[in-house]
């Protein structure tokens, strides 16, 4: 599939999220939606920074299955453009640490936690989530979305968080999982070829994170909830409007339309599945 000039182009996550001068793109797209100036809000951002699917929502349901605490230390596994952390710290006065392996992500999520004054309670570093650089215990609660697909270390991937986690704290998880009929049809909003996608049956993951120190508190399977979630969307498009300012082509370039809807696909034929997960680090693990 062919790409625009500013789209990522290789299978490296680095470079399949972001893509080139990015920051600049964000930049100009600001001022068209008639948000250059003053303060901006989640909600503001929200169709362009919560790059996952079912978007703020499914963040706010599982910051509440988690149940985040006021003034909670969070770890953010593959912050991204950094819309949960900033949703979590802006909603619960939580401190959150983001990592991400694109630089044009972290450079772009602090620019806008500047904007959204919340320079002061979250911060942004380039690192691999498979080696955090944060000391053992730091955090209550370790977070990510949709950023597990790309790793093929699982196990170093949950015992980093382990690590990283005080004995009790919890892990929030929401992630595409292998469904029962293979194989995946590319491209997809996480990999556009086969190389840089690294899915796991529901049990081998619920078996690795067990391997790695966590027990389950939370469990769902949002499968079906995501689907009707793309009913609605395909029907809202059935109304005419203009293509939005700010959305997720932003970042993934203007074939991400067709990403996502191989994405719906995979989910209707049983190849993927969505996973909503809250595990806890067991005491004296």
């Keep these: 599939m062919s790409e625009s000039a500013d789209a ?68 953010d596994i593959g912050s991204g453009l950094g819309g949960p952390s900033r949703y979590l710290a802006a909603t619960f006065g939580c401190h959150v640490s983001g990592v991400d392996l694109s630089p044009a992500f972290v450079e772009a999520a602090a620019f806008l936690a500047e904007r959204c004054g919340l320079r002061d309670q ?27 697909m790309n790793i093929a270390d699982r196990a170093q991937l949950y015992a980093e968080a ?49 391997q790695a120190g966590f027990r389950p508190l939370v469990w769902t399977d ?15 498009r059935q109304q005419p409007a203009e293509k939005p300012i700010l959305g997720l082509h932003l970042a993934m370039g203007e074939d991400f339309p067709d990403l996502a809807a191989n994405l719906e696909r995979n989910l209707r034929e049983g190849r993927i599945a969505l996973l909503q997960a809250v595990m806890q680090r067991a005491p004296g693990h």
């Excluded at 509440?64 to 003034?71: N, T």
């Excluded at 570093?125 to 215990?137: I, S």
């Excluded at 996480?190 to 996608?197: I, K, Q």
């Design 8 to 75: 990522p182009s290789t299978a490296d996550p680095v470079h399949h999220y972001g893509g080139a001068r990015f920051i600049g793109r964000l930049e100009r797209a600001l001022h068209e939606a008639g948000l250059a100036d003053g303060p901006l809000t989640p909600m503001d951002l929200a169709p362009l920074d919560q790059f996952h699917a079912r978007g703020l929502a499914a963040t706010i349901e599982l910051a509440e299955a988690a149940e985040v605490q006021a003034g909670e230390a969070v770890v």
């Design 122 to 148: 979250v911060d942004y570093r380039c690192a691999d989530a498979r080696a955090l650089p944060f000391a053992d215990g730091a955090f209550d609660l370790a977070w990510t979305q949709h950023v597990a």
């Design 162 to 210: 382990h690590r990283v986690l005080r004995p009790g704290g919890r892990f929030a998880i929401y992630d595409v999982v292998a469904g029962e009929r293979a194989p995946v049809i590319f491209p997809v909003p996480w990999a556009r070829t086969p190389h840089a996608s690294f899915l796991m049956k529901p049990d081998d993951m619920r078996t690795t994170l067990a």
């Design 222 to 236: 949002l499968t079906q909830m995501t689907l009707a979630w793309f009913e609605r969307q395909r029907a809202a």
